[in-house]
């Protein structure tokens, strides 16, 4: 059974920097595709960023420039780095990891972006 756990969430302040952390178990990360969405109050899950296959990645166009995804094979984490912050990106965090037939997600991290 695929496991995630997202972590490094917070309060920071428009234009701060956050390092999020899906660590995974039951499966590697250099041989699936994860993928961050984000759900803010009332509003439906969006997706914000995905990393797979040889290092492939793609990015909502909202965070485009600003996140980065990326992945440490060894500790089988899948980071997001997320820059210049704005408060529009206060949500809950999630992770997820899609594979035929199963879908598998984190319980998610909290970020809120205010001054």
């Known amino acids: 059974q695929v496991q995630l756990v997202e972590s490094g969430g917070g309060l920071v302040q428009p234009g701060g920097s956050l390092k999020l952390s899906c660590a995974v178990s039951g499966i590697t990360v250099d041989t699936t595709t994860v993928t961050w969405y984000r759900q803010a109050p009332g509003k439906q899950r969006d997706f914000v960023a995905e990393i797979g296959g040889v290092d492939w990645t793609h990015y909502a166009d909202s965070v485009r420039g600003r996140f980065t995804i990326f992945r440490d094979n060894k500790k089988n984490v899948v980071y997001l780095q997320m820059n210049s912050l704005k408060p529009e990106d206060t949500a809950v965090y999630y992770c997820?990891?899609?594979?035929?037939?199963?879908?598998?997600w984190g319980q998610g991290t909290q970020v809120t972006v205010s001054s």
């Open positions: 997820n990891n899609n594979r035929y037939p199963h879908e598998y």
